[in-house]
């Protein structure tokens, strides 16, 4: 069951993504959760922590288009190219309309890619 936790706030302080983060790691099974703090961490600019729960997400839902994508931009962000278009392109193979799919199409194309 999902709780105030889930509710994204942009920008979230390193207080709270640490409590929010704390829950987690006391239900380390809560995919909804990690989801939640995997893209906290991303749009708080924490690359680090949010490319270790998408690693884990995409372990445990590897036919989730959002988490192939991001994992691309993080590794994009890293300056690793090659590991960012091999996930864009994972998202094209499991998803070819979906709204991942647009995205990733932009994010190859941007590479110079045809998909």
């Known amino acids: 069951m999902m709780d105030e936790t889930t509710q994204y706030a942009h920008k979230t302080d390193a207080t709270e993504l640490a409590r929010i983060e704390q829950k987690l ?3 380390p099974q809560n995919i ?3 989801d939640w703090v995997a893209f906290m961490f991303y749009s708080n600019g924490v690359r680090d922590k949010a490319l270790d729960y998408y690693l884990q997400l995409a372990a445990a839902r590897p036919r989730y288009p959002s988490y192939q994508y991001f994992l691309g931009n993080l590794h ?3 300056g690793d190219s090659a590991a960012a ?3 864009w392109a994972r998202v094209l193979s ?3 309309e979906g709204e991942y799919a647009a995205k990733a199409r932009n994010k190859l194309a941007s590479l110079g890619e045809r998909s």
């Open 32 to 34: 909804e959760l990690m």
């Open 94 to 96: 499991l998803d070819r």
């Open 25 to 27: 790691l006391q239900d």
């Open 76 to 78: 994009f962000q890293a």
């Open 85 to 87: 278009r091999e996930c």
